[in-house]
């Protein structure tokens, strides 16, 4: 009788219930709306484009610190074109009363090389 | 990726190639698993409308879970019988309740045999293995099915039945006992006695 059972399940085995159409145009349909879309993995490099004002910026420390640069530059060129006279006093005064002729880059190391 | 490189591929593979857009990946998957899933489904059910519902919501859960399905865990397969097995443990709980056993409703398989009446034997055949496994304890029949017509190994039973694998060689050898006294009286019906 084990064989009879046997040959059953073997037959069972052999003729699997197939699916209807309409069950398997089904599931494709849930598959198809279920579909992840879109980008499936994020892009290597997520991180926003920035604009070439906001990459030159980062460079020297954000928009701040280039404010403060050019803030700096804006008054080196104005001084430059007035020419102050209190700040006259300040750049001339040395070179006013002492003439330099020579300047010694190098110091002598004559006096440390001499023999007793 | 072309159709016959994706033939190749594991239920995973093409589950990953799924959740990551590939048209033809589902199709392929959905033709692999169907029939098992409504076959298991079905002989658990004695029900083929019910059965395909169950597979279909067995599919559908695995298509939501697909961008989460972590590798090496699980088989597809073996989780999605599982799936089928719990929703189908409802469905029969629910039946319990409304006290509507639909044995009758046994769902005869499509035969294409030679002759006309090699066939209504077979069908004949098919529907009393069908009432015979219906007549099982939920467990048995599960586990007979899985083993004997699903062709699983009793590890893979053992996980999707969530039971140790000593408990699953119990239920089919206890299922299978049973079944052989319950097709015992319909020997002759069943047309043996004529192939003999």
């Known amino acids: 009788m084990m064989d009879d059972l046997d040959a059953l399940f073997a037959q069972a085995?052999?003729?699997?219930?197939?699916?209807?159409?309409?069950?398997?145009?089904?599931?494709?349909?849930?598959?198809?709306a279920h579909q992840p879309q879109g980008q499936a993995w994020p892009a290597a490099d997520a991180r926003p484009k920035l604009g070439l004002f906001a990459q030159f910026a980062g460079f020297f420390g954000g928009a701040g610190a280039l404010a403060g640069m050019a803030s700096a530059a804006m008054a080196g060129l104005f001084i430059g074109y007035v020419q102050p006279s209190s700040l006259d006093l300040v750049t001339g005064a040395g070179a006013a009363s002492a003439s330099l002729e020579q300047v010694e880059l190098l110091p002598d190391l004559s006096a440390f090389l001499t023999e007793e | 990726m072309p159709r016959d490189t994706l033939a190749e591929l594991d239920d995973e593979a093409l589950l990953v190639l799924y959740a990551n857009k590939d048209p033809d990946a589902a199709r392929l998957l959905a033709h692999r698993l169907m029939p098992r899933l409504v076959g298991y489904a079905g002989r658990l059910l004695?029900?083929?409308?019910?059965?395909?519902?169950?597979?279909?919501?067995?599919?559908?859960?695995?298509?939501?879970?697909?961008p989460d399905w972590r590798s090496g865990e699980a088989k597809v397969s073996t989780w999605a019988y599982?799936?089928?097995?719990?929703?189908?443990?409802?469905?029969?709980?629910?039946?319990?309740?409304?006290?509507?056993?639909?044995?009758?409703?046994?769902?005869?398989?499509?035969?294409?045999?030679?002759?006309?009446?090699a066939g209504m034997i077979e069908a004949d055949r098919m529907a009393a293995l069908d009432a015979a496994l219906a007549s099982l304890p939920e467990r048995q029949r599960s586990a007979v099915v899985l083993r004997h017509i699903e062709g699983l190994t009793n590890p893979e039973i053992a996980e999707i039945l969530q039971i140790g694998v000593e408990a699953v060689e119990s239920l089919t050898a206890r299922g299978k006992r049973a079944l052989t006294l319950a097709l015992a009286g319909q020997r002759a019906e069943l047309g043996y006695e004529e192939a003999e």
């Open chain 1, 13 to 32: 085995k052999a003729k699997p219930m197939a699916p209807s159409a309409a069950v398997m145009a089904r599931v494709l349909a849930d598959a198809a």
């Open chain 2, 46 to 66: 004695a029900d083929r409308a019910e059965a395909e519902d169950i597979a279909q919501e067995t599919m559908l859960r695995l298509w939501k879970l697909a």
């Open chain 2, 82 to 117: 599982r799936v089928a097995q719990n929703l189908c443990t409802d469905r029969l709980r629910l039946r319990q309740r409304r006290g509507a056993e639909a044995l009758d409703a046994v769902a005869e398989p499509a035969s294409d045999a030679a002759t006309v009446v």
